[in-house]
């Protein structure tokens, strides 16, 4: 593939070539329905490339060695930056790096803004979440509460992520408790939490489900 199509992305730059295998289950975690289709993934609106070997300059010499995986649209443009999300996860749970629109990015900068979310087929009261909530809860605005170092933050879920398709047929329309803090160990157990609770699914900030505290720490924590 031409490196100037790697470079424009969205691309997961990896450091080693992932196991088919893996691949497939990997991008499963952002949407259930995705197959392979000869040595390639197929997910909604897009294509995971299979690996190619590329020149380390694609990332700037940050690499020794890098696998390359585009993900392109297939048909309309994928909603909600699916295709961008896709190949940020993607490096990120293989301890890669991302390329897009010759931006080379670290998935596993902290200082990055986001963080977990839990998903939900019905908004919670404001008591029955601060009562879930560990520590001394303030409410800082109707849908906005802090605890514990944490920042919990109440809002709809923009479009209809495939990795919650599950919960759609229980609810018109998502709800999402996006959780903030500098702690990720303790995001991920407080948002493991929460989704037990109230019957949700966690996914990170790329929208990948996530069903163990560990998957949303990078591979080398």
């Known amino acids: 593939m031409a490196k100037r199509r790697l470079r424009t992305g969205p691309t997961a730059a990896l450091p080693a070539r992932p196991d088919r295998s893996e691949l497939l289950r990997l991008v499963r975690l952002a949407d259930p329905g995705a197959r392979e289709d000869g040595d390639d993934v197929v997910a909604v609106d897009v294509r995971v490339h299979a690996p190619v070997e590329a020149d380390p300059g694609l990332v700037g010499g940050e690499l020794e060695q890098v696998w390359a995986c585009r993900v392109t649209a297939e048909g309309p443009l994928p909603v909600d930056y699916f295709d961008r999300f896709l190949a940020e996860g993607l490096a990120f749970r293989l301890g890669g790096l991302a390329v897009c629109r010759g931006e080379v990015t670290d998935p596993a900068d902290e200082s990055l803004p986001g963080g977990p979310a839990v998903i939900l087929p019905v908004r ?98």
Do not use: I, Y
Not at 177 to 200: M, P, Y
């Open 124 to 221: 919670p009261a404001a008591e029955e979440l601060m009562e879930l909530l560990e520590g001394e809860v303030e409410q800082e605005e109707e849908f906005v509460f802090t605890a514990g170092g944490v920042r919990v933050l109440v809002v709809p879920e923009k479009g209809q992520p495939p990795a919650a398709q599950e919960l759609l047929p229980f609810a018109a329309e998502l709800t999402a408790l996006e959780l903030r803090g500098d702690d990720q160990a303790k995001l991920a157990t407080l948002a493991l939490s929460l989704s037990d609770a109230l019957n949700g699914l966690v996914v990170d900030r790329w929208r990948f489900r996530v069903d163990r505290a560990e998957d949303l720490l990078p591979p080398s924590s």
